[in-house]
Each structure stands twice: as structure tokens, then as C-alpha cells.
């Protein structure tokens, strides 16, 4: 065989040929993506997350990566076997194990087609490769037939299909890179360092990868791969972090070793903020849980394939008109997750807005956690507690509380003990008294993290007056957020008469200071961090026209999200509009920007460079900011010398109210908040 014949494969790809060791260096090392899925597979087979047939598949996805990397490469006869040999074994590999399905009357048979199915398409596939060279992608064609036509059969017969939405998307955009990158495209460019059939190496091997996760979790063999499904979670509690940060001074976690990592966990939080709330809560868990959400956000038409990507399982109310009998689905959907050790998050409350204290507590969280002790036997229930120090400012601080853990089974057990009518009771069976007692138990553990005052003036005036007793405590620095709302928890559980008095010299100092003009941190100046101040104008000196730059750029998108937070009046959908608006507006400026800069590979640099910018100046100017004020502050109180001793008095007056008050309030035992929970025996 001459060496023209090999080459006639490459006439169709876009990308030009250098004449180097790596004729086609994009697609040859895009190609790598063969080789990382294979080991990923096998990484699953040795962790017992799929049989050890799928060692087979593994290894010929992995030998389909070293086949690709040499076609593209360093084209030789050798080359272009390995390469379409490989992809004969996979597509024998799927199409064997479908039909295996289909056909199968014990456990295993599943596998033995599977298996049966490489040297199937070992054989025929070589056999008509080597009478027609370039009927490699015929082969594939019909090879997708007939996985199509065996899933389709395997519905029909009442099995679980192994293809869905997200498979059928990721296929079509897969195949629609690879037809992009021949030569024939309309956007064939062949020097471009972006490369279509590139794209088409790096879908394809997620494909394969999302095939394996969906085929072996349907059809129940082993432990739950999920691969696909977890990636997405850890990508969406990264970006998660990412906009909390951006949008958020701080965010301060308390206790959060109590959260099991590979344990069923149902997660229960107040709902104080809007679509700010789940997004924190990710953030926190540094990956994306599976919230419960009303049905009514699908009526929203665009936001459907958001929702399909993060998973949110909706709940049916008879408020919005929907049918709760179809909540059924729904609790399978949840009840299915808790039995894979993985994390469910729900809003007990139901409602979003902005309280003293927790709303009326619904019923669905106990159902749940009754129901899916069958599932999960080590289930347990985890309290969420959110508080945020402001809903209008646009950089405020947050705190999450974690409280302590419910394990269901064995509330469950003191449950049916308590009462000997209850000796046969069964908690799939749901019984009413059961969900009733669970909720009270639930609504107790989510009070003892959650903000609860007498009203919301009550909160907002304990909070100030516990913002300035904490930063005495802290000898003027300044002080976290977490430590203010548990101080303010703290005077809240105070008798009347002490925070009546702490009320009254609050009020007092407050009217003082604003009759001077004064603020409390120009009454008794912060101490700024010297390191962080060092750093904004190591910054600013270093990278100057950098901050500059990104803060024009991002100026307009800055200006947006003002004036759309400006014109919502509830300080409930404030939150929401800031977040959705500011992420919008800084993805359409940094896509803007690099299109505007650059173009191909150079406009994704630029945009990268544009958000990473971006994010240097939001530090800097922070930090330049405070201690602007600092300095104008001090400004203020040295023209006001005469009068700051009086307000001064007013302060130490304040203070000694709340030390009253405190003392007459036991103090909280934190100390177990950061212990782990461990686990019964």
C-alpha cells in the first residue's frame, strides 16, 4: 500500500499541514481527548462504578486517542488503522451492549454483548475497511443507527431509554462541529489555531463519556457513574463562588464540617433572598445540590434549558394553580438522588422575602425525609441559615450558619418508641402525625441558624447596635458579619426591659451622630489592613493602566446594574435583578471585548483578559474606596473636635447596655459548630 492512500483521509479535514513531526497540530493534540476519557473510564471500573467490561470500552476510546493523535499527525498506514480499527471497537462496543439489553434473561448478559459486539465489529467493520478505505464514516452511520434503533426497541419493551435531551444536544452540536470542520465548510479557515474538527475530538469524548454515565446509571450496574452530571455540578458551584464573590464583600461559613461528603443529605435553608439564596448555598458546598423549585419558573419559556442544566426538580402548588398530585414524579426524582449519596436542597418556607423570621413552614421537607428512608437509610436532614447584612448596598456581606444535623432513622425510632400505638408504624407509608412532629423538629433546627426577631426594625437596630459593640471588641477592626448577626441573635433572646435599654442608648448615639454628621467609624476610626492596602496601591502603581482600562470597559455594565436595582422598590428582588442583570451585563462586555480586540482564539484571550482585569480594579478600588472614607472621616471628626467627646460618652453609654443585656443571656456553646458529623453506627 502506497503512501498516497492514507493521505486521501486528510483531503477532508480543514486545517492546513505544516510539514512538522505534528502535520496538524491543532487536531492531533485535541485528539489527547480520546486518551483522558479512556482513563476516566477506567479510574470508574477501579472504583467499582462500572463492571469490568467496561475495561474494553475504555481502552478503546483510549486507543482511539493514540490513533488520532498519529492520523493527524504523522500520517502512515499504521496510523489510519489504528485510528477507524478503534472507532470499530467502540461503535461494536454500544451497539452490543443495547442489543444485549434488549435481548438479555440474566444479570450479566448485558456485558457478554457488550463484549461480543467489539469482535463483531472488529471483524465486520476491518473486513469492509479493507476493501473500501473511505467507508470509515459509512461504518460509523449505520453504527449510530443502530444504537438509535435498539434504544427506541428497548423503550417500546418498557425500559428506561439511555438517549434524553442532554445527549441529543451534545450529539448534534458534535456532529455539527465535525461537518464545520471539513474542508468544504463555509468557515473552513485552515491557519486558524481554532479548529472545528478540534471541537468535534473534544465533544466527541465527552459523548462518550456522557453515553457511559446515562447507559450504566439506566440500567443500574454498579454504583452511579454520573461523571457528566457531577462535572456540571462542581462547574456550576465554581461559577456559583464566583459570582457570590463578585457581588458580595464577604461571605462568611459557620460550620459547614457538619455537611457529610459522601453521605444522603437533604438540605433545608430560609429563603430570605431571592435566586441569591440557592446560589450561595452552592457556592458554600462547592457544587451544585439538586434544588426543589415551584413548578411556575417553566412557565418562563427561556429559562427551561437553564433549569435543565442545573436540575432542579419542580414542586407542583396548588397556589399557582398547578396540580400537586404531580409532585410524585418529583419526590421519585428526589428520593432517586438521596439513594446515589447525593445532596438535595429544598426552601421549606416555600416563598422568597424579606422577614424577621421564618415564614409558615411547609410539610414537604419531612415528606421527604421520611419517604426517602427507604432509599437512604443514613439520610439526614442539615439546616441552612443565611443572613445578609444589607439587600440594597451592592457589595454587602453575608454569613451561612449550619446547624445541627437531623439523622431521620433515628428521629424516626424515638418517633415510634415514644408511643406504643406506633410500634408498626413505616415512614415510607408517611404517616400524618410522623410529617407533622418532623416539621416542628425541622422548623426548631432552622430557627436556631436563621435570623428571627420581632420585626424587621428590631433586626436592623440590634444588628447596628451589635455592629459597634463588635468592632469595640475587635479594638477597632473590622469586625465580621458573623459575629455581628450572633450578637444581634443573641440581644434578641435578651428580656424586654435590657434590650429596651440597649434600644434607647442606640437611638440615643444614632441621632447623635447624625445631628454632627458623623458616622461610628469616624467617631472611632477602623483600622485598615495595611496588607490589603498595600496591595491595592502595589496594584495600582504596577498595573495601573490595567485597572484603568477595566474600569472604563466595565463602566457601562457597572451603570446597568445600578440602574436596574434602582428602579426595583422590594428589597427582596433587589438581590436577584443585581445578580442576574451583573452577570449578563459582564459576560456581554467581556464577549464584546475580545470581539472588538480580536478575533478567534485572540478574542478569547481578550475577553479572559477583560474579566480577569475586571476583577483586579473590583479589588483595588475596594479597597481605595474604604480608606477614602477613612481619611474623609477623620477629616470630619478633627473639624468636629468640640462635639466628638459627647458622642463618644453616648457610644460607652451603648455599650454598657449591651454588655448588661448580654449578661443576662446565656452564652451559646459554638464550639461544636466546626466539628464533623459522625456518623451512627
Not at 104 to 128: P, Q
Not at 161 to 169: G, K
Not at 218 to 241: H, K, Q, Y
Request: hydrophobic share 50%; charged share 20%.
Amino acid at each position: 500500500m502506497d503512501f498516497a492512500l492514507s493521505t486521501v483521509v486528510f483531503v477532508g479535514d480543514c486545517e492546513a499541514r505544516a510539514g512538522r513531526f505534528w502535520e496538524q497540530g491543532v487536531n492531533s493534540w485535541s485528539s489527547l481527548s480520546y486518551v483522558i476519557a479512556g482513563a476516566l473510564l477506567t479510574w470508574a471500573v477501579a472504583r467499582d462504578r462500572l463492571p469490568l467490561s467496561a475495561l474494553v470500552f475504555a481502552a478503546a476510546v483510549a486507543l482511539e486517542g493514540f490513533g488520532s493523535v498519529l492520523f493527524h499527525g504523522t500520517p502512515s498506514d499504521v496510523s489510519h488503522a489504528i485510528h477507524d480499527v478503534a472507532l470499530f471497537a467502540i461503535g461494536g462496543y454500544m451497539v452490543g451492549w443495547h442489543f444485549g439489553r434488549i435481548r438479555r434473561r440474566s444479570g450479566g448478559a448485558t456485558d457478554h454483548w457488550a463484549v461480543a459486539g467489539v469482535g463483531i465489529g472488529l471483524v465486520v467493520g476491518s473486513s469492509i475497511w479493507l476493501v473500501e478505505r473511505g467507508s470509515t464514516n459509512a461504518i460509523v452511520g449505520t453504527t449510530i443507527a443502530l444504537i438509535v434503533l435498539a434504544d427506541l426497541v428497548a423503550r417500546r419493551r418498557g425500559l428506561t431509554p439511555v438517549a434524553n435531551l442532554s445527549l441529543f444536544a451534545l450529539g448534534t452540536v458534535a456532529v455539527a462541529s465535525w461537518w464545520l470542520g471539513r474542508s468544504e465548510s463555509p468557515f473552513c479557515d485552515p491557519e486558524s489555531p481554532l479548529q472545528f474538527h478540534a471541537v468535534w475530538h473534544v465533544l466527541s469524548a465527552v459523548l462518550l463519556l456522557a453515553w457511559a454515565d446515562r447507559a450504566f446509571t439506566v440500567e443500574g450496574t454498579g454504583r452511579p457513574l454520573r461523571m457528566f452530571r457531577r462535572s456540571i455540578d462542581r462547574a456550576l458551584g465554581l461559577f456559583a463562588w464566583l459570582l457570590v464573590h463578585a457581588f458580595h464583600r464577604s461571605v462568611e461559613s459557620i460550620g459547614t464540617r457538619r455537611i457529610p461528603p459522601r453521605r444522603p443529605v437533604l438540605l433545608v435553608a430560609n429563603h430570605a433572598n431571592g435566586l441569591v439564596d440557592p446560589v450561595i448555598v452552592a457556592a458554600v458546598l462547592g457544587r451544585l445540590p439538586r434544588f426543589l423549585a415551584k413548578a411556575a419558573l417553566w412557565k418562563i419559556v427561556p429559562a427551561r434549558p437553564f433549569l435543565a442544566l442545573v436540575g432542579v426538580l419542580p414542586v407542583h402548588r396548588a397556589a399557582d394553580g398547578d396540580d400537586a398530585s404531580n409532585n410524585a414524579h418529583t419526590f421519585t426524582a428526589a428520593w432517586h438522588e438521596l439513594a446515589q449519596a447525593s445532596k438535595v436542597a429544598i426552601f421549606p418556607e416555600g416563598t422568597t422575602g424579606d422577614r424577621a423570621g421564618l415564614d409558615r413552614m411547609r410539610t414537604g421537607a419531612a415528606r421527604l425525609a421520611l419517604g426517602g428512608l427507604a432509599a437512604a437509610p443514613d439520610l439526614v436532614v442539615i439546616p441552612i441559615g443565611l443572613a445578609f447584612e444589607s439587600r440594597i448596598e451592592t457589595r454587602s456581606r453575608a454569613v451561612v450558619i449550619v446547624g445541627t444535623p437531623i439523622v431521620v432513622e433515628q428521629w424516626f425510632v424515638r418517633w415510634r418508641e415514644a408511643d406504643p400505638t406506633r410500634t408498626d408504624a413505616d415512614p415510607t407509608d408517611l404517616p400524618h402525625e410522623a410529617v407533622t412532629e418532623l416539621t416542628d423538629e425541622i422548623r426548631r433546627s432552622l430557627e436556631a441558624v436563621s435570623p428571627e426577631f420581632a420585626s424587621v426594625d428590631e433586626r436592623e437596630l440590634l444588628r447596628a447596635a451589635a455592629r459597634v459593640a463588635t468592632v469595640h471588641r475587635a479594638k477597632q477592626r473590622v469586625a465580621s458579619f458573623g459575629d455581628v448577626e450572633r450578637m444581634a441573635r443573641r440581644l434578641a433572646a435578651t428580656p424586654a426591659d435590657a434590650r429596651d435599654a440597649v434600644f434607647d442608648a442606640y437611638r440615643r448615639y444614632a441621632t447623635r451622630l447624625q445631628l454632627l454628621g458623623l458616622r461610628d467609624d469616624d467617631v472611632v476610626p477602623r483600622r485598615l489592613s495595611r496588607t490589603r492596602f498595600a496591595g491595592a496601591i502595589l496594584a495600582l502603581f504596577f498595573f495601573g493602566s490595567i485597572v484603568v482600562t477595566a474600569t472604563l470597559v466595565h463602566l457601562p455594565a457597572l451603570l446597568i446594574v445600578l440602574l436596574a436595582t434602582g428602579l426595583v422598590r422590594s428589597t427582596t428582588t433587589k438581590g436577584t435583578v443585581r445578580l442576574l442583570v451583573g452577570t449578563a451585563a459582564g459576560l456581554a462586555t467581556w464577549i464584546i471585548t475580545g470581539m472588538v480586540v480580536s478575533d478567534g482564539m485572540g478574542a478569547l484571550v481578550a475577553g479572559a483578559t477583560t474579566a480577569a482585569g475586571g476583577a483586579i480594579a473590583l479589588g483595588t478600588w475596594s479597597t481605595l474606596v474604604r480608606a477614602a472614607a477613612q481619611v474623609r472621616g477623620h477629616v470630619r471628626a478633627r473639624d468636629r473636635a468640640s462635639l466628638v467627646p459627647t458622642a463618644l460618652d453616648d457610644r460607652a453609654t451603648l455599650l454598657t447596655a449591651i454588655d448588661r443585656a448580654l449578661d443576662a443571656t446565656p452564652v451559646p456553646d459554638e464550639r461544636e459548630l466546626d466539628a464533623p458529623l459522625v456518623h451512627p453506627a
